[in-house]
């Protein structure tokens, strides 16, 4: 083979491969969705929209989800001292799987001024899948407690997913009994040439039943074969003694 012919083949080989390894790799969609939040405050209702971010890595039997805010919500009509506002949420579950994950994060670093909106801390969580396919994560209730008091912050927009992933569910099977239900081996004596127990029914055969039957088979072939070589032996040898 030439020179020219080798680098060509080492060049679809080595395009294979990485098809291969783009194809083998997980499944997943990441997109910023802008989620308009209604929130109750003490002090009556706030809205805001904040671009919501949802990143999943696959953790153990499940993933680690962070959500990210990357604009402030509400706000406070006095100052929020160091460490005085702890948020948490909830992230819907849709598509092959369902229900709510509960995602939280550490208070703010920092003092917020009043009537400023409140940045979040990215909130983090974990998602142990249920079943398998393509499973979305949308942003849900985000709570915010401060100084004694909590302010609930609702989507209004039904905002999209911000996180699609493929997963598989722990366990794979559906959980049903395998091996044989019934009780195996002869349940009553066999009356001679009607193949029926002492019911009158015929009786029941498993697998059990099966390869002692093939092995009877096999036994018997095995000796029919030995059989028909030594009576061929036999019959050459008379042969040569007659000649």
Same mark, same amino acid.
């Given at each position: 083979?030439?020179?020219?012919?080798?680098?060509?083949?080492?060049?679809?080989?080595?395009?294979?491969?990485?098809? %291969?390894?783009?194809?083998?790799?997980?499944?997943?969609?990441?997109?910023?969705?802008?989620?308009?939040?209604?929130?109750?405050?003490?002090?009556?209702?706030?809205?805001?929209?904040?671009?919501?971010?949802? $990143?999943?890595?696959?953790? &153990?039997? &499940?993933? $680690?989800?962070?959500?990210?805010?990357? $604009?402030?919500?509400?706000?406070?009509?006095?100052?929020?001292?160091?460490?005085?506002?702890?948020?948490?949420?909830?992230?819907?579950?849709?598509?092959?799987?369902?229900?709510?994950?509960?995602?939280?994060?550490?208070? !703010?670093? %920092?003092?917020?001024?009043?009537?400023?909106?409140?940045?979040?801390?990215?909130?983090?969580?974990?998602?142990?899948?249920?079943?398998?396919?393509?499973?979305?994560?949308?942003?849900?209730?985000?709570?915010?407690?401060?100084?004694?008091?909590?302010?609930?912050?609702?989507?209004? !927009?039904?905002?999209?997913?911000?996180?699609?992933?493929?997963?598989?569910?722990?366990?794979?099977?559906?959980?049903?009994?395998? &091996?044989?239900?019934?009780?195996?081996?002869?349940?009553?004596?066999?009356?001679?040439?009607?193949?029926?127990?002492?019911?009158?029914?015929?009786?029941?055969?498993?697998?059990?039943?099966?390869?002692?039957?093939?092995?009877?088979?096999?036994?018997?072939?095995?000796?029919?074969?030995? %059989?028909?070589?030594?009576?061929?032996?036999?019959?050459?040898?008379?042969?040569?003694?007659?000649?």
């Amino acid at each position: 083979m030439s020179y020219q012919k080798r680098t060509a083949a080492l060049a679809s080989v080595a395009a294979l491969a990485g098809s %291969a390894v783009f194809m083998a790799a997980p499944a997943a969609r990441a997109d910023v969705v802008d989620v308009n939040y209604k929130c109750q405050t003490p002090i009556g209702v706030k809205t805001a929209v904040s671009p919501i971010d949802i $990143k999943g890595v696959k953790n &153990g039997s &499940g993933y $680690k989800l962070t959500m990210s805010w990357q $604009k402030g919500v509400s706000s406070s009509p006095v100052e929020l001292g160091k460490g005085a506002m702890s948020p948490s949420a909830t992230i819907k579950v849709g598509g092959a799987d369902s229900g709510t994950v509960s995602v939280s994060g550490p208070a !703010n670093e %920092a003092a917020i001024p009043a009537n400023t909106p409140i940045k979040i801390n990215d909130l983090t969580g974990t998602y142990t899948p249920k079943a398998s396919g393509k499973v979305t994560f949308t942003a849900a209730v985000l709570t915010i407690k401060a100084l004694g008091t909590t302010t609930t912050c609702t989507p209004t !927009n039904s905002p999209g997913p911000s996180l699609t992933l493929d997963v598989t569910g722990a366990g794979g099977s559906s959980g049903g009994s395998t &091996g044989s239900s019934g009780s195996t081996g002869s349940t009553g004596s066999t009356g001679s040439g009607t193949g029926t127990d002492s019911s009158g029914t015929l009786p029941k055969t498993g697998p059990d039943d099966s390869v002692i039957a093939l092995g009877t088979l096999g036994g018997t072939v095995l000796l029919a074969g030995a %059989a028909g070589t030594l009576w061929l032996t036999r019959r050459n040898q008379t042969a040569r003694a007659r000649r």
